[in-house]
């Protein structure tokens, strides 16, 4: 009792966008009427039709399916054997269900888009370009980058030269383009070239590209030259016009109070009817000095000045956190490890860092980090930075009993480098503790 399926053929070739059919013989072994219903199993179900899909049979009575494959022309359609199997289920006894197993191969297609970003570059020297490889067939790609202008007056260069992409993905290739010949000053030139995109099986594809080669002095130079003698000379002009003229009445009329107040003082010397000495804005060298009454005749006599001449005094400022220091640590750690390096310092002397500058020169990716004692001050990811500098308004201290050091966690190093690399330089004050 049950049913019983056998299929025009185990075995059958399509290719993605095309569709390919068997037939499928449905056989009733069982007593009574049964409801048969068919159905396909496998990697080809999302992509089968059954048609009918469903058949109502007398005992021992037959009837023929047509199964349908169509796989889409797509990257996820997956080239090469796919199995599949055709079950036919019994509504009226399940356990008398069948099976019946085969395989559909599925040929591979290749479809490359590319595409230039941007498709017009500006420069005086070279122009960067971006292109971006698609893969839209369902087998890998392995194509190489090639690029020429028509007139061989650029240098054109695509790193990398060879790109692999897997089905559905797409790659990137930078393309630099420089002119071979410069010019000083004049218009734009245009140059056009393009961009080729090899397969190893299938045809090329060809992007085209233009460069607008720049003079070396552009354009707004000379204006930019002449807006600048123009403001010297307004500045100048304001200088003799304006500034100095004031400069110079501020000038006197600083002194002027000053000398008023001496000749007071002096007048006051000389007393009532006496004739008064103005002292003009001049400058001396002290000696004995007399005032002569016009009624007594007597002179008063005022002792010269002795000793040296007044200095200024110098002030020296000192810093509340001793005096200024610095240092610089070096790490380097391989790709997946870490290493870290430790800043000595003197016994009984306490560290205070207020700047702190932080270097990753080789575009390393993984953790850079500031320690104090075992305990992370500092946190940064390379990746996030080339130079970093802090500036502390209360700076950081150490001692000997809570060091200063640098740990370094590498990731991944800079392109076509071994190992991570980055620095660390500080600069603050020592004092003894």
Known sequence: MGALASLSTSDVSVEPGAAVA???????????????TVEILGGAAGWARVDPPVVSLFPATEQTVRVTFAPPRVHTTAAGPTPFGVRVTCQEDPTGSTVEEGVIRVGAFSDTAAELVPRTGRGSRQARYELAVDNRGNEPLNAHVSASDPDELLAITAEPAGVVAPPGAAVFSVVRVRPRARFWRGPAQTHQFQVAVVPTEGPA??????????????RWLPKALAALVALLVLLVIAWFALLRPTVRSAAKDAVKQPIADLNKKVDALGGGGATTTTVAPTTTTPHASSTTTGTSGTTATTPPTTGPPPTAATTTTVSPFGEPGDGRLAVSAPPGGANAATFPIAPNTVFSVTDLVLQNPQGDAGLLQIRRNGQVVLEVALENFRDLD??????????????????LSCATPGTGQ????????????????
Do not use: M, W
């Open 22 to 36: 068997i037939d499928v013989r449905v056989r009733n072994t069982a007593t009574v009427v049964d409801q048969l």
């Open 205 to 218: 594809v060809v992007v085209p590209g233009t460069l607008l080669q720049e003079p070396v002095l552009p």
């Open 390 to 407: 802090y500036h502390f308004v209360a700076p950081l201290q150490f001692s000997p009993a809570a060091p200063l050091q640098v740990r």
């Open 418 to 433: 071994p190992n991570c690399a980055a620095a660390a330089t500080f600069v603050g004050f020592k004092k003894a503790a």
